[in-house]
């Protein structure tokens, strides 16, 4: 199976803020690599595919980069509905894994 | 637009079958992908399976000898079966859809793009 580890587990911000979020994958996935935002009691929500493509009706504030084993997501400008809690989840090979999450709270 | 609902008993015995069924509402089943993932309280995310409307199918080998996926496109549904639960199987339970984008000639990007609400599934006696 493929590993996924996400840095930090849990980070705190400001609104306004600009904040990177990092995902490794265990070995190469080119750029098969998704990022999910889920909410307290709500379903995950895509918001990247493909390491780099904004999912529809996303805000543009939300982007993705990266290849091979290394990603971020990057939020340039925190707002108060984005503090929730971040996944990575490769789509290289099954079984799909998922990153342990990233909790952005509100500093 | 495209809504995915979970229904099912939300207790299950130890050692019993766990039996969920996802309501595929505002569009067909057909010619797309249809995903389970679960959420133990508190944790990350764990793939389960997925299965084509065709009944074709992919599981998580970790779960691999309990799981059964199967899909009834007559009324727009796909349901999940997990044999022999145990306490590690409580969880939130959601249903998904997968979406293939652009495919080479060994791989598809892909991506659960709508998901249900989710269901709180207990195993206890």
């Known amino acids: 199976d493929i590993q996924m580890t996400q840095s930090p587990s849990s980070l705190s911000a400001s609104v306004g803020d600009r904040v990177t979020i990092t995902c490794r994958a265990s070995q190469s996935i080119s750029t098969y690599l998704n990022w999910y935002q889920q909410i307290p009691g709500k379903a995950p929500k895509l918001l990247i595919y493909?390491?780099?493509s904004l999912q529809s009706r996303v805000p543009s504030r939300f982007s993705g980069s990266g290849s091979g084993t290394d990603f971020t997501l990057t939020i340039s400008s925190l707002q108060r509905e984005d503090f929730a809690t971040y996944y990575c989840?490769?789509?290289?090979?099954?079984?799909?894994?998922f990153g342990q999450g990233t909790k952005l709270e509100i500093k | 637009q495209v809504q995915l609902q979970e229904s099912g008993p939300g207790l299950v015995k130890p050692s019993e079958t766990l039996s969920l069924t996802c309501t595929v509402s505002?569009?067909?089943?057909?010619?797309?992908?249809w995903s389970w993932i679960r959420q133990p309280p508190g944790k990350g995310l764990e793939w389960i399976g997925y299965i084509y409307y065709t009944g074709s199918t992919n599981y998580n080998p970790s779960l691999k000898s309990r799981v059964t996926i199967s899909v009834d496109t007559s009324k727009n549904q796909f349901s999940l079966k997990l044999s022999s639960v145990t306490a590690a199987d409580t969880a939130v339970y959601f249903c998904?859809?997968?979406?293939?984008?652009?495919?080479?000639?060994?791989?598809?990007?892909?991506?659960?793009?709508?998901w249900g609400q989710g269901t709180m599934v207990t195993v206890s006696s």
């Open positions: 998904a859809r997968r979406a293939l984008g652009y495919c080479s000639n060994t791989n598809c990007y892909s991506a659960f793009d709508i």
């Open positions: 505002g569009g067909s089943i057909s010619s797309y992908y």
């Open positions: 989840q490769q789509s290289y090979s099954t079984p799909y894994t």
């Open positions: 493909a390491a780099s």
